[in-house]
């Protein structure tokens, strides 16, 4: 963010009264990487019910080596729960599906991909502060 809105984000969030100032804060996280993460992984979503772990192998195998798919169901009902997870061997792989299969249906739905970020666990959320 650049100084000049930086300024007038600032000045917005501030509220004068005649006996006190207030300041209040902003949290925003960073802008995401346009780089991906090296390890091959993809976030699938808007995944039919009728959709298997085989049948989405199917569609991203033929981009590269699928080392695995996992699509995550819902505990109670057995039934998909709309997104799962392709990881493949190598990163150019992995960017080459998702720039190919962004937006194509399906079995019937459009797929939302993006690079899977990793999961931690216990690990403190942090959310940086604009800086003064």
Do not use: H
């Amino acid at each position: 963010m650049d100084r000049g809105l930086m300024f007038l984000v600032r000045r917005a969030l501030t509220v004068r009264n005649p006996n006190q100032t207030f300041s209040l804060r902003c949290f925003c996280s960073p802008p995401m990487s346009l780089s991906p993460p090296s390890n091959g992984k993809l976030f699938v979503g808007g995944l039919s019910w009728s959709v298997d772990e085989k049948s989405l192998q199917d569609a991203f195998s033929s981009f590269g080596e699928v080392t695995e798919v996992k699509i995550l169901y819902d505990k109670d009902s057995g039934r998909s729960r709309g997104f799962g997870f392709v990881c493949f061997t190598n990163q150019a792989d992995a960017t080459c599906a998702k720039d190919a299969m962004d937006g194509k249906a399906l079995l019937g739905r459009p797929l939302r991909i993006s690079y899977a970020l990793e999961k931690v666990r216990g690990a403190p959320v942090v959310v940086p502060r604009l800086s003064k």
